[in-house]
């Protein structure tokens, strides 16, 4: 809650004349929870076809407990011409007290939101299968670069000595909507930065 009385409008707190029907005041910090009807389709769906894309970063980011798979947004180019890459969580969103290099070589700044988690590499030809090398180092991925949450990926066996999994059809094509939403969403964001640029100048 705000006063605006002259005093806390003049950032006089000591002075507010509400005191007296307040008592002092103290500094609450309000945090930002979870839509209720995003964690309410997560209770419903559990580990089923996954959560989608929101408009709030970082929102699904925080629906990602150890064990759950996600997907992240590609960055372009890449060794494997990837749009998403899929990991299974390792650490939960978490704020970095330091700079990070995790080992991929990928820089993470002081007070970054971020989420670590295994790597899984799509295999051959088919859009949905994907293996696990166990060799795979943890990686340490952006908040907003989650694009999907909890949804399933079916062991298949082995390929070539690491372990095979299956996504579901719709499950990717749902990963690649999201994808899609996200990547129309940053190019507004930088047509708008354009033309307020263009607007200063």
């Given at each position: 809650m705000c006063c605006f009385c002259p005093s806390c409008?003049?950032?006089d707190w000591e002075n507010c004349s509400n005191l007296e029907y307040t008592g002092p005041w103290t500094l609450h910090n309000v945090h930002p929870r979870k839509p209720a009807d995003v964690v309410?389709?997560?209770?419903?769906?559990?580990?089923?076809q996954g959560i989608p894309d929101q408009s709030d970063e970082g929102t699904?980011?925080?629906l990602v407990e150890v064990g759950d798979f996600f997907a992240v947004e590609a960055e372009w180019p890449n060794d494997y011409s990837a749009?998403?890459?899929?990991?299974?969580c390792t650490k939960p969103l978490h704020v970095l007290a330091d700079t990070t290099?995790?080992?991929?070589?990928?820089?993470?700044?002081?007070g970054s939101s971020v989420l670590e988690g295994m790597w899984f590499q799509q295999f051959g030809k088919s859009p949905t299968c994907f293996v696990q090398y166990p060799s795979t180092p943890v990686s340490v991925v952006a908040a907003g670069q989650v694009i999907h949450v909890r949804f399933a990926l079916q062991s298949t066996g082995v390929l070539k000595g690491s372990p095979?999994?299956?996504?579901?059809?719709?499950?990717?094509?749902a990963i690649l909507d999201s994808l899609q939403r996200k990547v129309l969403q940053t190019s507004r964001s930088r047509l708008f930065?354009?033309?307020l640029n263009v607007s200063i100048n």
């Open positions: 409008i003049d950032e309410d389709y997560v209770d419903a769906i559990g580990h089923g699904i980011a925080d749009e998403f890459w899929i990991l299974q290099i995790d080992a991929y070589g990928e820089t993470h700044d002081e095979s999994f299956k996504l579901s059809k719709d499950t990717l094509e930065l354009k033309l």
